[in-house]
């Protein structure tokens, strides 16, 4: 159904909340087509099922035994250009944040 949700068993290190939840959150929206951004009537469970299958996972991936060959990718969250755009979306963000805190008018 989604190829693009990175295979998380077996990496090294193990994969992390982080990553979990990200497949976990793909997942969700590939099935409901519920974006991050939608009313609160229609995210809010979304968020939840999010929250649910990550526990899933999480429980799973504990339980499988050790693969024997690693994933054949780099989950996204892993790869320099990820978390170069990420660290340049947080520095953004608070700048934005900061902009608020001082009263510096800006535009949204």
Do not use: Y
């Amino acid at each position: 159904m989604c190829r693009n949700i990175t295979t998380l068993r077996g990496l090294e290190p193990a994969a992390t909340a982080e990553e979990i939840e990200a497949a976990s959150a793909q997942f969700v929206r590939k099935v409901t087509g519920v974006a991050s951004n939608a009313s609160p009537a229609s995210r809010l469970p979304a968020e939840q099922a999010t929250a649910e299958i990550a526990a899933i996972v999480t429980r799973l991936l504990d339980e499988l035994p050790a693969r024997r060959v690693p994933p054949k990718t780099i989950p996204p969250l892993r790869r320099p250009e990820v978390q170069a755009r990420i660290a340049e979306r947080m520095r953004l963000r608070e700048d934005h944040e900061r902009m608020h805190e001082l009263g510096i008018p800006h535009t949204h």
